[in-house]
């Protein structure tokens, strides 16, 4: 079973940026795609970026293209998160997904069908 731990969350002021850590435990995520979700209060869960080992190179919710991008580490297999740019609108939790399921990354970002394995979440706070 693979465990999922998200890293990162914190408070940050409007334009800021951060980065967002996703490690499996005992493991790496080479060879998963990965998901990054997040839910804003009041607010139905959104993929917001997404890589698949299928697809060349990922995908983007429009909501937050271009100020997100996803990347994966050389050193642990790890999947970052980095959140540029800020906005009020980007508060909520952010969960790191993975999945072996075979998907594009589009598919990931826009069902959570494809999903096997959740972290817990990290919460992102963007306020003055």
């Known amino acids: 079973q693979l465990q999922l731990k998200e890293t990162g969350g914190s408070l940050v002021a409007p334009g800021g940026s951060l980065r967002l850590s996703c490690a499996a435990s005992g493991s790496t995520l080479n060879d998963y795609s990965v998901a990054w979700f997040r839910q804003a209060p009041g607010k139905e869960r959104e993929g917001v970026a997404c890589?698949?080992?299928?697809?060349?190179?990922?995908y983007y919710a429009d909501s937050v293209n271009p100020r997100f991008g996803i990347f994966r580490g050389s050193a642990k297999g790890e999947v970052y998160l980095h959140v540029n740019f800020v906005t009020p609108d980007d508060t909520g939790v952010y969960y790191c997904a993975a999945t072996d399921i075979t998907t594009s990354a589009m598919g990931l970002c826009d069902s959570e069908q494809f999903v096997r394995y959740w972290g817990q979440g990290t919460q992102v706070t963007v306020s003055t």
């Open positions: 890589i698949s080992v299928a697809d060349k190179s990922p």
